[in-house]
Nanobody
Framework: QVQLVESGGGLVQAGGSLRLSCAAS????????IGWFRQAPGNEREFVAG????????VHADAVQGRFTISRDNAKNTVYLRLNNLKPEDKAVYYC??????????????????WGQGVQVAVST
């Protein structure tokens, strides 16, 4: 079992920044990957970024490349997603997810076994 708790969402103006956190507990942290996904109303859940817990290699979707950065702090069992230069189209509920079958992240939501409750990000113009 893996428990994931997100925090850090909120309302910011366009161009602003947020840092989302995903605190993990339960199963050994070095043996699975973490992904961040987002879902806007009426849209499917889409991949944002992912990181291998063991080696710390992060990957980012093209839509957020250069603006968002995923990182992890093993000592705190926490993965972060830094959101810079936010745009109105970034508004969504953001979820972190754990993929326990592999240490490498994928862009496919169904590859992940455990999900957090989600955190809202809203961007005003």
């Amino acid at each position: 079992q893996v428990q994931l708790v997100e925090s850090g969402g909120g309302l910011v103006q366009a161009g602003g920044s947020l840092r989302l956190s995903c605190a993990a507990s339960g199963r050994t942290f070095s043996r699975y990957a973490i992904g961040w996904f987002r879902q806007a109303p009426g849209n499917e859940r889409e991949f944002v970024a992912g990181i291998s817990w063991g080696c710390g290699i992060g990957v980012h979707a093209d839509a957020v490349q250069g603006r968002f950065t995923i990182s992890r702090d093993n000592a705190k069992n926490t993965v972060y997603l830094r959101l810079n230069n936010l745009k109105p189209e970034d508004k969504a509920v953001y979820y972190c997810a754990a993929r326990t079958s592999s240490t490498l992240p994928t862009v496919v939501a169904s590859d992940y076994d455990y999900w957090g409750q989600g955190v809202q990000v809203a961007v005003s113009t």
